[in-house]
């Protein structure tokens, strides 16, 4: 009798116990199922935020409307505007002159190859026209003043056999004559010395300016580009490497001044640069490769770029 009680009260306790685990279990798979269908509703909002990033894109902050751009093909090539404002899709700039549009960039990519007058390296390389309807006639001079800005940064860059990196300039002022003083010097185009290269050598930015050899020489002979030697040059102390920099080069005043980075500060205001003010000028920007070396190479971005006059 005793027996048959103990059996039926474990039944009892075993059955209560059983339906216990049931119900929660039961519990626990429902709290599951709304876990999973959370994840699930998370899963598809990233798909959709990735889906979305994707399809954003950034384009350079630089108005190409008043540039136009030497290429390292050709005689070498050029691309003025029009033509110039439709180079996402122009085939011939297309692999020297494009977007990188995940960073908002105008890419400037150039290797030895065909070269203008007067030198023997090859670039991919903006230049000013302030009028573009007519051409390079229209520049500007050091008393009349101008202004250039732009961030940019080295992407890509080859190294020498010595294992240093090559160098490239990133920005200039470039002289002219105009025709008059072309045909007084009796000199077969317009060129004139670049008065400011601003290069980028091993992560840093180097000015480099042009003295005239003679102080004394007359208003004739200071027309003429050996007249005209190189400074010793001037680096900025701060390293920029392969991140973004900004360049601001200011002409006004009688004098010329390099910014870095809105902090570092190169002026030039001397006998020199007065005596510059006889020649016209344009602004230029870009990557222009400073070397012959079999598989040299240089990729310079630019996001902004402006000139003010």
Not at 23 to 31: A, L, R, T, Y
Not at 134 to 158: P, R, V
Request: proline share 3%.
């Amino acid at each position: 009798m005793v027996k048959r009680i103990l059996h039926s009260t474990y039944f009892k306790v075993s059955l209560f116990v059983i339906s216990f685990a049931m119900v929660f279990i039961s519990c626990d798979n429902k709290n599951d199922d709304v876990g999973d269908e959370e994840l699930v509703e998370e899963f598809e909002d990233v798909e959709e935020s990735e889906e979305a990033e994707d399809k954003t894109y950034k384009l350079p902050q630089i108005d190409l409307s008043h540039w136009k751009v030497t290429l390292p093909i050709g005689n070498p090539t050029e691309v003025k505007p029009p033509e110039i404002l439709s180079y996402a899709t122009n085939e011939t700039l297309k692999p020297f002159f494009y977007n990188d549009s995940i960073n908002g960039a105008l890419v400037f990519y150039a290797y030895p190859h065909s070269t203008t007058a007067n030198t023997s390296y090859s670039r991919t390389e903006l230049r000013e026209l302030m009028k573009p309807d007519e051409g390079e006639n229209a520049n500007w001079t050091f008393g009349e003043g101008g202004y250039m800005k732009g961030t940019l940064a080295m992407d890509e860059i080859s190294k020498d056999s010595k294992g240093k990196y090559h160098r490239s300039i990133i920005m200039q002022i470039h002289g002219r004559l105009t025709n008059a003083q072309r045909d007084l010097i009796g000199q077969k185009d317009n060129n004139a010395p670049p008065m400011l290269k601003i290069y980028w050598v091993d992560g840093k930015v180097r000015v480099k300016t042009k003295i005239l050899k003679d102080l004394n020489a007359s208003d004739v002979d200071v027309l003429k580009t050996d007249s005209w030697g190189d400074d010793v040059g001037y680096t900025f102390s701060e390293y920029v490497g392969f991140e973004k920099f900004t360049l601001e080069v200011k002409v006004a005043n009688g004098k010329m001044e390099v910014i870095l980075n809105g902090k570092h500060s190169r002026v030039y205001d001397d006998i020199h640069i007065q005596k510059w003010h006889v020649f016209e000028n344009y602004f230029k920007a870009g990557n222009y490769l400073s070397s012959i070396d079999s598989g040299a190479f240089a990729k310079v971005k630019y996001y902004d770029l402006v000139v003010k006059h």
